[in-house]
């Protein structure tokens, strides 16, 4: 407790009494902050950061780290604080940290350079043009990203829910090509594929002629998805404009991967996997009944079993039922278990006269439909007839792709690609 000073007190002795009052209630304050130390540093090459901001966010607290990227924040308040970082030229980051009265908390902050994104370039039927003076829409795919971070068996996978308003509808048996829509259906007589360009080159993309159990294969998933770099999708009426009038169901512009200056560079890339189908299939049913006046048992159909079915009545007299699922039955059941692998390598580099890229991909796929066991015993024991491939696994693929492309620079004008 403080007491005031009466008026009889002499200004040295109300000197001294400001100065205790101010110990006396200064002293809680400072013991209400706190104190928070770290370093900030670079992510690629760990060098410290300097002239980095440190803000205390929801106050006015901030400083500024030194040449040594470290940093000191006092008169914290205690709680939870909110740390942001910002630097030009890296990416802001924020976090939080714990801190208790009168003591110094350490965090320490790993920033990552932000990259200018440039005007974004497209590629059209009249050249190459930055997206914002482009009059139509179109939507940009990068190949290598959409294949790290999904399952890609062909070019159709690639474009599944990647852009809005394309719609791709998935073979339903090995081998068969995908069916994109663009912009819906259009005609009910006339083709609603769109076209592809590849590399500035229109491709043939119609079904092909010969077709089995419903399915027909696309000359469009001769090209492996490895080999791709990125896919612009033109969906827009102006693509008309710029293709024709078969372009009114859309374009898909493929730019393919080519050489760049610089050392050899090798990839390779495998793939496994099981094909299995998962489809529920119900079990068939029999009805089981003896003729009037017979003892002999057989199948009974439902006419047979009507009232009306002949003058005296039923044909067939029902006395038991009988069910066989064959899927569920290993020695009757057509779907097994089958299986796919790919292999592939590439090659490319050059220097900045001639530049090269080669690949090559083996692809295998075996489908889940197989011949019976019991057809199989049929054919070998009886018909005495030997079982060939395409019985036993009617879905099969195989297929070997070799590609190479070489650019020369011959002068400042003019660039030769093969």
Same mark, same amino acid.
């Given at each position: !407790?403080?007491?005031?000073?009466?008026?009889?007190?002499g200004?040295r002795s109300?000197?001294?009494?400001?100065?205790?009052?101010?110990? #006396?209630?200064?002293?809680?304050?400072?013991?209400?902050?706190?104190t928070?130390?770290?370093?900030i540093?670079?992510?690629?090459?760990?060098q410290?950061?300097?002239?980095?901001r440190?803000i205390?966010?929801?106050?006015s607290?901030?400083?500024?780290?030194?040449q040594?990227?470290?940093y000191?924040?006092?008169?914290?308040?205690?709680?939870?604080?909110?740390?942001?970082?910002?630097?030009?030229g890296?990416?802001?980051?924020?976090?939080?940290?714990?801190t208790?009265?009168?003591?110094?908390?350490? !965090?320490?902050?790993?920033?990552?350079?932000a990259?200018?994104q440039?005007q974004?370039?497209v590629t059209? #039927?009249?050249?190459?043009?930055r997206r914002?003076?482009?009059?139509n829409?179109?939507?940009?795919?990068?190949?290598?990203k959409?294949? #790290?971070?999904?399952?890609?068996?062909?070019?159709?996978?690639l474009l =599944?829910?990647?852009a809005?308003g394309v719609?791709?509808?998935p073979?339903?048996m090995?081998?068969?090509?995908?069916?994109?829509?663009v912009?819906?259906?259009?005609s009910?007589?006339?083709?609603?594929?769109?076209?592809?360009v590849?590399?500035?080159?229109? !491709?043939?993309?119609?079904?092909?002629?010969?077709?089995?159990?419903?399915?027909?294969?696309?000359? =469009?998933n001769?090209?492996?998805?490895?080999?791709?770099?990125n896919?612009?999708?033109?969906k827009?009426p102006?693509a008309a404009?710029?293709?024709?009038?078969a372009?009114a169901?859309? =374009?898909?512009?493929?730019?393919?991967k080519?050489?760049r200056a610089g050392?050899p560079k090798?990839s390779a890339?495998?793939?496994?996997?099981?094909?299995q189908?998962k489809?529920?299939?119900?079990?068939?049913?029999?009805?089981?009944?003896?003729?009037?006046?017979s003892?002999?048992?057989?199948?009974?159909l439902?006419?047979?079993?009507s009232?009306?079915a002949s003058?005296?009545?039923?044909?067939?007299? !029902?006395?038991?039922?009988?069910?066989?699922?064959?899927?569920?039955?290993?020695?009757?059941?057509?779907i097994?278990?089958?299986?796919?692998?790919?292999?592939?390598?590439?090659?490319?580099?050059?220097?900045?006269?001639?530049?090269?890229?080669?690949?090559?991909?083996?692809?295998?796929?075996?489908g889940?439909l197989a011949?019976p066991?019991?057809s199989?015993?049929?054919?070998?024991?009886i018909?005495k007839t030997?079982i060939?491939?395409?019985?036993?696994?009617?879905?099969?693929?195989?297929?070997?792709?070799?590609?190479?492309?070489?650019?020369?620079?011959?002068?400042?004008?003019l660039?030769?690609s093969?």
């Amino acid at each position: !407790m403080i007491v005031l000073p009466t008026a009889s007190v002499g200004k040295r002795s109300y000197l001294t009494l400001a100065v205790l009052v101010a110990l #006396a209630t200064g002293a809680p304050a400072a013991a209400q902050q706190a104190t928070i130390t770290g370093r900030i540093t670079d992510q690629a090459s760990s060098q410290p950061v300097q002239e980095a901001r440190v803000i205390i966010i929801g106050t006015s607290i901030f400083t500024v780290t030194g040449q040594d990227g470290r940093y000191t924040v006092r008169n914290v308040p205690v709680g939870t604080a909110e740390i942001q970082v910002l630097r030009v030229g890296y990416q802001q980051q924020k976090k939080s940290v714990r801190t208790i009265a009168g003591q110094t908390a350490s !965090m320490d902050f790993t920033l990552s350079q932000a990259i200018v994104q440039l005007q974004e370039v497209v590629t059209t #039927a009249t050249g190459q043009q930055r997206r914002v003076e482009l009059g139509n829409a179109v939507t940009n795919l990068d190949a290598a990203k959409i294949m #790290a971070n999904s399952p890609v068996r062909q070019i159709g996978d690639l474009l =599944v829910a990647k852009a809005p308003g394309v719609q791709v509808l998935p073979a339903n048996m090995t081998g068969g090509g995908s069916r994109v829509r663009v912009r819906g259906t259009a005609s009910l007589s006339l083709s609603n594929d769109p076209i592809y360009v590849i590399d500035g080159i229109r !491709m043939t993309s119609d079904q092909g002629s010969s077709f089995v159990g419903g399915t027909a294969p696309n000359r =469009v998933n001769d090209l492996t998805p490895e080999e791709i770099e990125n896919i612009e999708i033109v969906k827009g009426p102006s693509a008309a404009t710029l293709y024709g009038t078969a372009a009114a169901n859309g =374009v898909i512009v493929i730019t393919t991967k080519k050489g760049r200056a610089g050392a050899p560079k090798w990839s390779a890339f495998t793939e496994q996997g099981k094909l299995q189908d998962k489809n529920h299939y119900p079990g068939m049913y029999a009805i089981l009944g003896k003729s009037p006046g017979s003892a002999t048992q057989r199948k009974c159909l439902l006419k047979e079993l009507s009232v009306s079915a002949s003058a005296t009545g039923p044909t067939c007299i !029902m006395d038991s039922t009988s069910s066989v699922n064959v899927f569920n039955d290993p020695d009757l059941t057509p779907i097994h278990d089958g299986w796919r692998n790919e292999y592939g390598a590439q090659l490319s580099g050059g220097s900045d006269a001639v530049r090269y890229f080669t690949s090559g991909s083996f692809e295998n796929e075996i489908g889940p439909l197989a011949l019976p066991t019991f057809s199989k015993s049929e054919i070998t024991n009886i018909l005495k007839t030997p079982i060939l491939g395409e019985w036993n696994r009617p879905e099969a693929l195989q297929r070997t792709s070799v590609r190479a492309n070489l650019n020369a620079t011959v002068s400042p004008t003019l660039d030769l690609s093969a």
